[in-house]
């Protein structure tokens, strides 16, 4: 038998409803001895209908009445745990929160631990591990992207990709496995050829999940974009002029900035973490020196670079040099760069130099007149919306990225094994390292270790 546990699903503050939830097996029986019906009767409550919703009164031992409240009663299996739950709508006071959980406690409930809902719901088979860890992503979903990427995996997209993978690695596992059983005849149940062909496939796709990490974790806490270049190209300026706001400070003094500044702008649905940094270059300034630093931290952790340009300081060519002479200091591979020729003026410049900003597809701007604003902020969703039409299945989850790499690096050896004609079990020792790391992801595999580290991060109520 397990406990009944109850808990807030909802904060305690003062608001029209508050809600309390509880699970378990005295649920039925607890809810009987508080709950009564607005003719003052206990109901003997069965499982006639689902769900089973009730107005009446909580009442405590002396019959005192604690609030008017509606009851809500699932009963198992259909329900969130898989057990019998009863959700308590109360008016939101904060007292009457608390008196209701003391009076469900001194009933034989007790309170809930972190995301202890949820862990029930996933050990009673109601969801598998990856789709409970995105509930908890969508409670903290911050965009619609995010939202979205978030409901994908609740109803099982990503869990419906490593079920592929995981049957794929199953079948070769069990040839492979007739064949240790058959090994004093030495037959070959798994062609090696065909075997390496198929891992090969599986590899793709793992390898396919594992970099797409980059960008799914991106969608989920907000996409980094660190605004980068020399001292006074404008940096600051751009920064308050895409946020829309004077949230940097400005000066004509080259070297203003000294330390990174960062804020949240969600455009078209999709979060960004505009970064503006100090200007790239050499210092003796211990304090400069410092802010440089924390700008090619910054640099090394976005996803997008913009790179400002002072066209009145730099040509393009210039400008493309530097670039190279960044990423000899922090690699830029992998980074999608927006150039952005800043304090553009074409009476004061050459035709051909308004042609070689245009060759190296930099974006004409004046960010003091917030001109060229819109086109910066078309070329990073295109950027994003390109990132999400290359990838189906997006990696968003830490923990399934590292569980991905290691099946990966089992597969990885898994085909230097074949190739370099290995004992079966070997190769069939490969595969189950592989197979145990997906099953991580999924749960089919687990700790209570690993358990208890997931829904020690989940809210309380959930």
Known sequence: MKDTICAPATPASPS????????????????????????????????AIHPKVRVGYIMDRNKKIIDQVVCT??????????????????????????????????????????????QRAFLNGKMNL????????LIQSRSAIA???AIQQIKGGYQKTLSILRKDLLDFLSL?????????????FAQREKLLESIEKIDTTISKLVNSFSAGNAFKNGIPIAIIGKPNAGKSTLFNAILNDERAIVSTIAGTTRDTIEESLTLHGIEFRFIDTAGVRKSSDPIEAEGIRRSFKSI????????????????PSEAQFDLIEIDKQISLEGKKIVIVANKFNEEDLLEKEIMGWNEIGAVKAVAKERIGIDEIIERIIKIVAIDLVNNDV???????WEAMKKAGEALKTAKENIRNQMP???????????????????????????????????????
Do not use: W
Request: aromatic share 6%; glycine share 6%; proline share 1%.
């Open 176 to 188: 492979l496995e007739i064949e240790l059983d058959f090994s004093e005849e030495d037959l070959e």
């Open 73 to 118: 009663i699932f009963f198992a299996p259909r329900s969130y745990t898989g057990e019998d739950i009863v959700e308590i709508s109360h008016h939101g006071s904060p007292f009457v929160q608390q008196q209701i959980l003391q009076l469900l406690i001194e009933n034989g409930a007790r309170l809930a631990k972190n995301g202890e809902f949820s």
């Open 130 to 137: 990856s789709q409970t860890e995105a509930v908890a992503d």
């Open 147 to 149: 939202h979205e990427l």
């Open 16 to 47: 029209a409803i508050g809600v309390i939830r509880m699970s378990g097996d005295k649920v039925l029986e607890i809810t009987k001895e508080v709950f009564r019906l607005l003719n003052g009767k206990k109901e003997d409550i069965k499982h």
């Open 424 to 462: 079966t079990d070997i190769i069939a020792s490969d595969i189950r390292e592989s197979l145990h790391y997906l099953g991580e992801i999924t749960g089919e595999v687990t700790t209570d270790e690993l358990l208890s580290n997931i829904f020690s991060k989940f809210c309380i109520g959930k």
């Open 300 to 315: 090394e952790e976005s996803n997008i670079i913009i790179y400002v340009v002072d066209v009145n300081e730099m040509l």
């Open 394 to 400: 997006l990696t968003t989850n830490a923990r399934h």
